[in-house]
Protein backbone atom coordinates (compact mmCIF):
# COMPACT_ATOMS: atom_id res chain seq x y z
CA UNK A 1 0.00 0.00 0.00
CA UNK A 2 1.15 3.59 -0.85
CA UNK A 3 1.96 5.87 2.13
CA UNK A 4 -0.65 8.32 1.64
CA UNK A 5 -0.10 11.92 3.95
CA UNK A 6 -2.42 12.25 6.50
CA UNK A 7 -4.73 14.70 5.81
CA UNK A 8 -5.04 14.19 2.53
CA UNK A 9 -8.20 14.38 0.57
CA UNK A 10 -8.08 11.53 -2.83
CA UNK A 11 -7.55 12.52 -5.94
CA UNK A 12 -9.29 9.73 -8.24
CA UNK A 13 -7.96 10.62 -11.59
CA UNK A 14 -4.90 10.75 -10.93
CA UNK A 15 -3.87 8.62 -7.67
CA UNK A 16 -5.90 5.72 -9.58
CA UNK A 17 -5.11 5.83 -13.18
CA UNK A 18 -1.37 8.07 -13.63
CA UNK A 19 -0.67 6.51 -16.58
CA UNK A 20 -3.82 7.91 -18.15
CA UNK A 21 -3.48 11.16 -15.87
CA UNK A 22 -0.21 11.41 -17.70
CA UNK A 23 -1.38 11.64 -20.89
CA UNK A 24 -3.44 14.12 -19.82
CA UNK A 25 -0.79 16.47 -18.49
CA UNK A 26 0.55 15.75 -21.91
CA UNK A 27 -2.41 16.89 -23.83
CA UNK A 28 -3.30 20.00 -21.37
CA UNK A 29 -2.69 23.51 -22.67
CA UNK A 30 -0.29 23.47 -25.78
CA UNK A 31 0.33 26.95 -26.38
CA UNK A 32 1.62 26.74 -22.44
CA UNK A 33 -1.02 29.66 -21.89
CA UNK A 34 -1.54 29.53 -18.04
CA UNK A 35 2.49 29.34 -17.68
CA UNK A 36 2.48 32.91 -19.63
CA UNK A 37 -0.03 33.91 -17.95
CA UNK A 38 1.22 32.91 -14.27
CA UNK A 39 4.17 34.55 -15.80
CA UNK A 40 2.87 38.27 -16.25
CA UNK A 41 1.88 38.19 -12.80
CA UNK A 42 5.04 37.15 -11.68
CA UNK A 43 8.09 35.84 -12.96
CA UNK A 44 9.83 32.61 -11.31
CA UNK A 45 12.94 33.28 -13.15
CA UNK A 46 16.33 32.72 -10.29
CA UNK A 47 13.25 31.92 -7.54
CA UNK A 48 12.31 29.33 -4.93
CA UNK A 49 9.25 27.22 -6.65
CA UNK A 50 6.63 25.27 -4.55
CA UNK A 51 4.07 22.90 -6.42
CA UNK A 52 1.81 22.06 -4.64
CA UNK A 53 0.14 18.40 -5.69
CA UNK A 54 2.98 18.01 -8.24
CA UNK A 55 1.49 14.15 -8.99
CA UNK A 56 4.74 12.63 -10.83
CA UNK A 57 6.06 16.13 -10.94
CA UNK A 58 5.37 16.59 -14.45
CA UNK A 59 5.49 20.76 -14.66
CA UNK A 60 8.61 20.14 -12.30
CA UNK A 61 11.53 19.73 -14.83
CA UNK A 62 10.10 22.83 -16.75
CA UNK A 63 10.21 24.79 -13.77
CA UNK A 64 13.50 23.98 -12.85
CA UNK A 65 14.82 25.52 -15.83
CA UNK A 66 14.19 29.29 -14.48
CA UNK A 67 13.45 28.37 -11.02
CA UNK A 68 16.73 28.80 -8.83
CA UNK A 69 14.72 25.90 -6.31
CA UNK A 70 12.04 23.91 -6.84
CA UNK A 71 10.02 21.82 -4.23
CA UNK A 72 7.08 19.32 -5.59
CA UNK A 73 5.11 18.14 -2.49
CA UNK A 74 2.62 15.12 -3.44
CA UNK A 75 0.78 13.58 -0.49
CA UNK A 76 0.58 10.15 -3.06
CA UNK A 77 3.55 8.63 -1.84
CA UNK A 78 3.88 6.41 -4.55
CA UNK A 79 3.46 9.58 -7.12
CA UNK A 80 5.61 11.43 -4.96
CA UNK A 81 8.34 8.65 -5.56
CA UNK A 82 7.79 8.66 -9.54
CA UNK A 83 8.21 12.74 -9.46
CA UNK A 84 11.46 11.71 -7.60
CA UNK A 85 12.44 9.86 -10.23
CA UNK A 86 11.54 12.37 -12.63
CA UNK A 87 13.44 14.40 -11.61
CA UNK A 88 16.73 12.78 -10.31
CA UNK A 89 18.74 14.37 -12.58
CA UNK A 90 18.13 17.59 -11.69
CA UNK A 91 19.98 18.99 -8.81
CA UNK A 92 17.91 21.94 -7.91
CA UNK A 93 14.44 19.60 -7.45
CA UNK A 94 13.43 18.21 -4.23
CA UNK A 95 9.82 16.44 -3.91
CA UNK A 96 8.37 15.67 -0.08
CA UNK A 97 5.49 13.38 0.58
CA UNK A 98 3.00 15.95 2.63
CA UNK A 99 0.05 17.74 2.30
CA UNK A 100 -0.84 21.28 1.89
CA UNK A 101 -1.95 22.11 5.29
CA UNK A 102 1.34 20.95 6.67
CA UNK A 103 4.13 22.23 4.64
CA UNK A 104 7.50 20.49 5.60
CA UNK A 105 9.22 24.12 4.69
CA UNK A 106 10.17 26.49 7.13
CA UNK A 107 8.92 30.07 7.49
CA UNK A 108 8.97 32.93 4.71
CA UNK A 109 11.04 30.11 2.28
CA UNK A 110 9.20 30.24 -1.39
CA UNK A 111 8.98 32.69 -3.55
CA UNK A 112 6.17 31.38 -5.67
CA UNK A 113 3.82 28.19 -4.75
CA UNK A 114 1.30 27.44 -7.20
CA UNK A 115 -1.11 24.22 -7.57
CA UNK A 116 -2.54 23.24 -10.77
CA UNK A 117 -5.63 21.76 -10.21
CA UNK A 118 -5.32 20.40 -6.74
CA UNK A 119 -7.83 23.06 -5.08
CA UNK A 120 -10.90 22.82 -7.04
CA UNK A 121 -13.06 23.33 -3.63
CA UNK A 122 -12.45 26.49 -1.54
CA UNK A 123 -14.45 26.51 0.93
CA UNK A 124 -12.04 24.00 3.44
CA UNK A 125 -9.17 25.02 2.06
CA UNK A 126 -8.04 27.88 4.86
CA UNK A 127 -5.49 25.23 6.69
CA UNK A 128 -3.94 25.25 3.31
CA UNK A 129 -4.11 28.83 2.72
CA UNK A 130 -2.74 30.06 6.24
CA UNK A 131 0.37 27.54 5.73
CA UNK A 132 0.82 29.47 2.45
CA UNK A 133 1.11 32.51 4.29
CA UNK A 134 3.36 30.98 6.84
CA UNK A 135 5.91 29.75 3.73
CA UNK A 136 5.75 32.64 0.96
CA UNK A 137 8.40 35.26 1.34
CA UNK A 138 7.67 38.93 1.77
CA UNK A 139 6.54 39.86 -1.86
CA UNK A 140 6.16 36.20 -3.09
CA UNK A 141 2.92 35.36 -5.40
CA UNK A 142 0.70 32.40 -4.87
CA UNK A 143 -1.05 30.67 -7.98
CA UNK A 144 -3.96 28.32 -8.18
CA UNK A 145 -5.22 26.78 -11.37
CA UNK A 146 -8.98 25.52 -11.34
CA UNK A 147 -11.34 24.22 -14.16
CA UNK A 148 -13.94 27.25 -14.12
CA UNK A 149 -17.35 24.69 -14.22
CA UNK A 150 -19.46 27.50 -15.19
CA UNK A 151 -18.30 27.64 -18.44
CA UNK A 152 -18.49 25.34 -21.61
CA UNK A 153 -19.23 21.46 -21.75
CA UNK A 154 -16.11 20.92 -19.37
CA UNK A 155 -18.14 22.93 -17.34
CA UNK A 156 -21.25 21.45 -17.20
CA UNK A 157 -19.88 17.22 -17.18
CA UNK A 158 -18.17 18.41 -14.05
CA UNK A 159 -20.41 20.05 -12.53
CA UNK A 160 -23.15 16.87 -13.54
CA UNK A 161 -20.05 14.84 -12.06
CA UNK A 162 -20.23 17.05 -8.96
CA UNK A 163 -23.53 17.94 -8.30
CA UNK A 164 -22.55 19.46 -4.77
CA UNK A 165 -20.40 21.94 -6.19
CA UNK A 166 -21.12 25.35 -5.90
CA UNK A 167 -19.51 27.71 -8.44
CA UNK A 168 -20.57 30.65 -6.12
CA UNK A 169 -19.73 29.59 -2.89
CA UNK A 170 -16.15 28.72 -4.33
CA UNK A 171 -15.96 32.46 -5.96
CA UNK A 172 -17.37 33.87 -2.61
CA UNK A 173 -14.33 31.92 -1.18
CA UNK A 174 -11.63 33.12 -2.87
CA UNK A 175 -13.04 36.39 -2.91
CA UNK A 176 -13.44 36.73 0.61
CA UNK A 177 -9.78 35.98 1.05
CA UNK A 178 -8.28 38.21 -1.30
CA UNK A 179 -7.34 36.29 -4.18
CA UNK A 180 -7.95 38.29 -7.84
CA UNK A 181 -9.24 35.87 -11.00
CA UNK A 182 -8.63 35.70 -14.42
CA UNK A 183 -10.42 33.66 -17.21
CA UNK A 184 -7.98 30.99 -18.98
CA UNK A 185 -9.34 29.55 -22.81
CA UNK A 186 -7.28 26.74 -22.16
CA UNK A 187 -7.32 23.33 -24.63
CA UNK A 188 -6.67 19.90 -24.43
CA UNK A 189 -4.90 18.31 -28.15
CA UNK A 190 -4.83 14.48 -28.08
CA UNK A 191 -3.00 12.23 -30.70
CA UNK A 192 -5.24 9.16 -30.75
CA UNK A 193 -8.98 9.43 -30.09
CA UNK A 194 -8.68 6.24 -27.82
CA UNK A 195 -6.54 9.15 -24.92
CA UNK A 196 -8.98 11.40 -25.35
CA UNK A 197 -11.77 8.71 -24.26
CA UNK A 198 -9.57 7.82 -21.83
CA UNK A 199 -8.87 10.92 -20.08
CA UNK A 200 -12.72 12.08 -20.25
CA UNK A 201 -13.23 8.56 -18.56
CA UNK A 202 -11.31 9.27 -15.71
CA UNK A 203 -12.55 12.91 -15.17
CA UNK A 204 -16.20 11.91 -14.90
CA UNK A 205 -18.67 9.61 -13.44
CA UNK A 206 -19.65 7.26 -15.78
CA UNK A 207 -22.56 8.27 -17.67
CA UNK A 208 -21.19 12.25 -17.86
CA UNK A 209 -17.91 10.53 -19.53
CA UNK A 210 -19.81 8.48 -21.94
CA UNK A 211 -22.11 11.44 -22.92
CA UNK A 212 -18.68 13.71 -23.08
CA UNK A 213 -17.26 11.25 -25.49
CA UNK A 214 -20.42 11.50 -27.51
CA UNK A 215 -20.27 15.23 -28.02
CA UNK A 216 -16.68 15.62 -28.74
CA UNK A 217 -15.42 14.80 -32.21
CA UNK A 218 -11.89 14.77 -33.41
CA UNK A 219 -8.95 15.14 -30.93
CA UNK A 220 -9.51 18.33 -29.32
CA UNK A 221 -11.82 19.51 -26.57
CA UNK A 222 -12.18 23.66 -24.87
CA UNK A 223 -11.05 23.52 -21.51
CA UNK A 224 -11.98 26.45 -19.65
CA UNK A 225 -9.93 27.16 -16.25
CA UNK A 226 -9.73 30.12 -14.72
CA UNK A 227 -6.03 31.50 -12.93
CA UNK A 228 -6.05 32.80 -9.45
CA UNK A 229 -3.31 34.32 -7.51
CA UNK A 230 -2.69 36.56 -4.63
CA UNK A 231 0.51 38.59 -3.49
CA UNK A 232 2.17 38.13 0.00
Known amino acids: MPRIARGAIPSPNIWN??????????????????????????????????????????????LAAAAARVIGVEPHGDLAALARRRCAALANVDVHTAVAQDLPLPDASVDVAMARWAYFFGPGCEPGLRELSRVLRRGGTAFVIDLDATRGAFGRWFSRTVPAYSAREVEAFWDRHGWQRRPLDLRMAFERRADLEAVLRIEFAPQVAEQAIAETPGLELDYPNVLRWRHY
Open 17 to 62: TPQVYEVENRAVDPERAADAAMRAVRSWEGATVLDIGCGTGYHLPG
